[in-house]
């Protein structure tokens, strides 16, 4: 197997003759990639079960705000390893790079398994319940082949298994919608950066007019309800002395804690509907000037899209009051904890629009999740290529298809493997309970990247960087400091979440062996032939 730190450099300078990568990719269409990429539904849904562990509209927005200030330092430092090292694979390259091979494989099988294909896979399925507002046959309840349901039980304080498994309307509008564009990504990465502009300019533009509908159809009782009384009903119940209900596991006791640890509790919403900003540096060998352009697209994308975050859930205050009653009949009575299924953009909508709100906000919804599935596809298949050259992935994904009218390669095989993955997800039905399981690992990996940046700086000090991290080493050290107190307290009070997504990265570890002694066996052919 070729030494981990001149692998990718090794096999991206083959035969002239062979396909290579087309820098094609511009500051707008890598920006476009960030923003795309992070932007899907949760923003539309999660701020319910946040409202319901946090009961403060002070606390809500404050979480939305860590979750910024993180994403943002996260971005930063990411910027000096993706201008040190553009090349495609990205955040798996820094961890191979930083810590060692295993660690790369780790963050790459976690990706292929979970983390990328389970998130395509439920953003997709989202597209088809949302059409489903449009056109009722399709739903999740509407099975053509309903093979089976996986029954509840529990381990300890996990909960496992509760899931149906088969085709239904739903899930069959979400493998369409996949196939397109594993398609449409197959001819070249000028067309799905194309479709990436097209969708991500369309979601940014609606999600800035809900922000500024919301403001002009503000509600004066959800207005009195979340900040009157001379805003101290914004501020009530988040003072440092309150303490806060959290239920410890699934069906556990119920523990009473501080503000700072129901903060880093109710973070696995935030930090899932912020996530994915990573994914442009899995596409650096296409960009261009990488050196310039990856730090500049992190931080303009996830500046743009965390202030459009934090505005939204201003927009939700406005409009919804934040407590509701689950019994209330009403839009303003069920507020934001308890608005329908949790969708407390649609409940905005509808009730600054009655009658023809909820489509409006479907409609942005299915814009936004196209553009999201698009980017993800995009931006995952370049890893498990750069996998693939380094011995640890199958050897045809590591293969660069000519398009024509394409300019370049493409990793076409990489494309239509991940693309089985994720519609058997989506068939298997358990891709929501399998991202609820990675959101710690995911958070892992971004310490372990971070961390990496130390290390680079300490073992390769003469190597030239570009573009340096703000604020080294105080921001990037803030990021380890709170993204370790986040775990922390996850592994204490969500179980959950936790202990399966590490066994998840775990089982990555015998996978590894064995591919490294495969790579091993066929060099060794290779040189006795």
């Known amino acids: 197997m070729p030494d981990s730190s001149t692998a990718l450099q090794e096999n991206n300078q083959l035969g002239s003759a062979a396909p290579q990568f087309v820098q094609g990719l511009g500051l707008f269409s890598a920006t476009a990639i ?75 099988w976690t990706l292929f398994l979970v983390i990328q294909t389970g998130t395509v896979a439920a953003v997709g399925v989202a597209f088809g319940k949302f059409l489903g507002v449009f056109f009722p046959s399709i739903s999740a309840s509407n099975w053509i082949w309903h093979i089976g349901r ?9 909960m496992l298994g509760n899931m149906e498994i088969g085709l239904n309307t739903a899930n069959l509008s979400a493998i369409v919608v996949i196939t397109l564009l594993t398609g449409l990504n197959s001819l070249g990465v000028k067309m799905g950066a194309a ?19 919301g403001f002009v159809a503000k509600n004066a009782t959800a207005i009195a309800a979340n900040f009157g009384s001379g805003w101290r009903n914004f501020w009530a119940s988040a003072g440092w002395g309150t303490s806060h209900a959290v239920q410890v596991g699934v069906g556990g006791p119920t523990a009473y804690v501080g503000v700072l640890t129901v903060l880093a509790v109710v973070q696995v919403g935030s930090l899932f509907s912020s996530d994915s900003w990573n994914n442009v540096t899995f596409t650096a060998g296409e960009i261009k000037n990488p050196k310039r352009n990856l730090p500049l697209s992190l ?23 934040m407590r509701g009653d689950p019994a209330a009949t009403t839009i ?9 299924e949790d969708r407390v953009a649609t409940a905005v909508m509808e009730q600054a629009f009655a009658g023809y709100g909820a489509k409006l906000m479907a409609a942005v919804i299915l814009v936004s999740t196209f553009g999201c599935v698009n980017g993800l596809l995009m931006a995952g298949a370049r890893v498990y290529y750069a996998m693939s050259r380094d011995g640890l992935f199958f050897e045809s994904v590591g293969r660069l298809s000519k398009r024509s009218g394409s300019g370049g390669g493409t990793p076409v095989n990489s494309l239509w493997v991940q693309w089985v993955w994720a519609c058997l997800l989506c068939l298997s039905g358990s891709y929501n309970q399998l991202l609820e399981y990675v959101i710690f690992a995911v958070l892992v990996f971004y310490i ?82």
């Open 150 to 158: 996986v029954p509840t039980w529990h381990v300890g304080p996990m």
């Open 34 to 108: 960030v923003m795309g990429s992070m932007i899907g539904s949760g923003i539309f849904i999660v701020s319910a079960e946040m409202s319901r562990g946090l009961g403060s509209p002070a606390l809500l927005i404050a979480a939305w705000l860590v979750t910024a200030a993180m994403t943002i330092i996260g971005a930063l430092s990411y910027g000096e390893l993706a201008a040190m090292m553009p090349k495609a694979g990205g955040q798996y390259v820094y961890l191979r790079e930083a810590l060692g091979p295993l660690w790369g494989f780790l963050y790459g």
């Open 299 to 321: 931080v303009i994308g996830t500046g743009v899209v965390l202030l459009l975050y934090v505005l939204c859930n201003f927009v939700y205050l406005s409009v919804l009051p």
């Open 195 to 213: 479709v990436q502009n097209v969708f991500t300019s369309a979601k940014v533009l609606a999600l800035a007019a809900v922000v500024m509908v």
């Open 332 to 340: 303003l009575g069920r507020g934001i904890q308890f608005a329908s």
């Open 448 to 529: 372990l990247t971070i961390v990496g940046l130390f290390v680079l700086r300490r073992t390769r000090p003469e190597a030239p960087r570009p573009y340096r991290a703000l604020g080294y080493p105080v921001l990037p050290g803030l990021y380890i400091v709170m993204a370790l107190w986040i775990c922390g307290v996850l592994l204490r009070y969500k179980p959950q979440y936790t202990w399966p997504g590490l066994m998840i990265v775990l089982l990555g570890i015998p996978v590894y062996l064995v591919w490294t002694r495969m790579a091993a066996g066929k060099q060794q052919e290779q040189e006795t032939v």
